[in-house]
């Protein structure tokens, strides 16, 4: 076992489980809530730390590189410190899910959720070895067979399309149907077509995840602005090139949302007009997750030929993003939590990970195996990739 030096250095007051884990207090007055055996080994587990008078905090558990998966071991970090899903697991929340759908198709979710809890209740300061977790992702998405650097935001998309796959609350999806709601006001088509979409995909991934786009075209001929509404589960920003200097997240979110003109090839046709005309596009959010995952476009489209180390400034706290919204009213305050980070080239690069500890909301680098304490102002930097943001309190909708 490596010495807690190697390991990361930190130190917490010693409390009792219950105390350290208060909603495992509260799952043990929901009778039933948490299968006897799950409970006793959590306990088990939480016992043994307090006995060996152990001074780690839970969840500063590194990641054993297997060859090749750091791309994986970041975003997996990135999740454990989600504190909604890493609850959901700690819960066993998952296993109602996956018990109510009677599916064959469970293993996924089940090695995902046994890695979080034994991220968050090992006594043991010795990095885990996510191989089981590997072989269910490549069963699930054979493209990650194997030991080849992967792109940790691809891997992201994946992984959480199969684990909300496997807890989707629709057992049986309805057959598709072709509803006309461009008589309805905006608000209430973005509802609907927000209602029709839980209709099938309805999970806590989605709760978590999920948000809705509005998108806006609108014809230059006759003025006929047409509105569509589809789900996402991140946006891809491109960065913006301001010469050498550093670019604002928001330059970037401006640069997502800006309105672009379709002219030439891309003419769309009007549904007013009946004719290709020269139209304008823009997008709006009008459902903010609570989750709220950003890409940098880092890489060219071109099969990652090239990468922008381009600095982008974003906010630690108070990510206004109402300037945004299709609606007014509508609040969407993010905090940071969490940063995929890439260093190097397209040609041999690494990732690791930027963390908030949900439980002690201090920050640490995790690289593999390696768990070490930060500064809070080192968090921003020109490798970030992938940033993790969550709903303020105050802005819960």
């Known amino acids: 076992m490596p010495s807690m030096r190697q390991s990361y250095t930190v130190t917490v007051p010693e409390e009792p489980p219950a105390a350290a884990f208060p909603f495992l207090k509260q799952e043990m007055r929901r009778k039933g809530s948490m299968s006897g055996s799950v409970l006793v080994s959590t ?85 885990v070895s996510p191989s089981e977790f590997k072989t269910q992702i490549q069963r699930y998405a054979p493209r990650f067979v194997g030991y080849n650097q992967q792109d940790a935001q691809e891997f992201l998309r994946f992984l959480l399309d199969g684990l909300h796959n496997e807890v989707n609350r629709v057992t049986v999806r309805p057959r598709g149907t072709v509803e006309d709601f461009d008589h309805l006001p905006d608000e209430e088509k973005g509802k609907k077509m927000w209602s029709k979409y839980l209709e099938r995909e309805d999970s806590k991934i989605v ?93 060219s489209e071109a099969r990652r030929t090239s990468k922008l180390s381009t600095f982008v400034n974003f906010p630690m706290k108070d990510l206004d993003l109402r300037e945004f919204a299709s609606e007014n009213s509508t609040n969407a305050v993010y905090n940071l939590y969490a940063v995929s980070n890439h260093s190097g080239t397209t040609m041999g690069g690494h990732y690791t990970a930027y963390c908030r500890n949900p439980s002690s909301g201090e920050w640490y680098t995790f690289n593999d195996s390696r768990v070490t304490p930060m500064s809070s102002s080192q968090v921003r930097s020109s490798d970030a990739y992938v940033l993790f943001y969550e709903l303020a309190t105050s802005s819960r909708m």
């Open 43 to 127: 306990f088990v587990g939480l016992l043994i730390n307090q006995a060996k008078n152990s001074k780690s905090a839970q969840g500063l558990v590194g990641l054993k590189n297997l060859g090749n998966t750091c791309f994986m071991n970041s975003i997996l970090q990135c999740l454990s410190n989600t504190q909604s899903l890493r609850d959901y697991c700690l819960h066993n929340s998952h296993r109602r899910d996956l018990n109510n759908n009677s599916r064959t198709n469970t293993a996924l979710m089940e090695e995902f959720a046994k890695l979080i809890q034994t991220m968050w209740t090992s006594s043991s300061s010795e990095a």
């Open 207 to 299: 709760d978590l995840f999920v948000g809705q786009l509005k998108s806006s075209l609108t014809c230059s001929h006759c003025g006929f602005c047409s509105t569509v509404f589809d789900p996402f589960w991140d946006l891809s920003l491109p960065i913006t090139k301001k010469g050498y200097g550093e670019v604002s997240l928001m330059d970037c979110v401006r640069l997502f949302t800006k309105e672009d003109v379709l002219d030439g090839d891309e003419k769309p046709t009007c549904y007013r007009c009946k004719a290709r005309r020269r139209c304008t596009k823009k997008f709006t959010i009008q459902k903010f997750p609570k989750i709220l995952v950003l890409h940098l476009k880092r890489f």
